[in-house]
């Protein structure tokens, strides 16, 4: 059973979560032979101001 955590700064849509998790899903069937409907894929989204890159805060 996959389970894929993706963390991004800020929103994203409800379509472009779907898009995501249909293509991360995909993914692992073809390569991997997980099967879609045992796939769980995790979306965190990160105000930027909670995350930096080195000493700058995205936000």
């Known amino acids: 059973m996959p389970y894929v955590n993706v963390k991004v700064v800020g929103k994203l849509s409800k379509e ?5 998790a249909d293509d991360i899903s995909n993914s ?14 995790v979306f965190d989204e990160v105000n930027g101001e909670n995350w930096a890159k080195g000493n700058q805060l995205f936000g």
């Open 16 to 20: 472009k979560k779907q898009k995501i």
């Open 28 to 41: 692992l069937l073809k390569h991997a032979g997980k099967p879609v409907e045992h796939t769980y894929v």
